[in-house]
C-alpha cells in the first residue's frame, strides 16, 4: 500500500470514528468541522471530508444508506476517494 493510501485509511478510520486527532508518523493533527458541520483536516496539502448526506448526488445517497465516504481534494481538485476503507486513488 502507497503512503498516501496508507494515510487516507488512517485519517478515514480517525473522521469516521468520532476522534479528536489523528497520529501520522510525522505528528498529531487535529480534526476540525465545517461550518455545515462535516469533519474534515487538512494534512500535507491534501484537505479530507467526509461525503456531506445533504447533498443530492450519487454519493450523498450512498452516505445517507450508511456507507462512510471521504474525499480528498488538493485545491478544487479531488485527488482521492475513501468508501468503506477503500482507498482510490483519482488523479
Known amino acids: 500500500m502507497s503512503d498516501l493510501a496508507s494515510r487516507a485509511i488512517n485519517i478515514f478510520e480517525a473522521l469516521f470514528s468520532d476522534q479528536e486527532k489523528v497520529e501520522l508518523e510525522e505528528g498529531s493533527y487535529r480534526i476540525g468541522t465545517t461550518r455545515g458541520g462535516l469533519r474534515c483536516i487538512t494534512v500535507d496539502g491534501i484537505f479530507y471530508i467526509e461525503q456531506n448526506p445533504d447533498k443530492g448526488s ?30 482510490k486513488k483519482l488523479r
Open 58 to 87: 450519487r454519493w450523498a445517497k450512498q452516505a445517507q444508506a450508511g456507507h462512510q465516504i471521504m474525499w480528498g481534494l488538493k485545491g478544487r481538485v479531488y485527488v482521492l476517494q475513501v468508501v468503506d476503507g477503500v482507498f
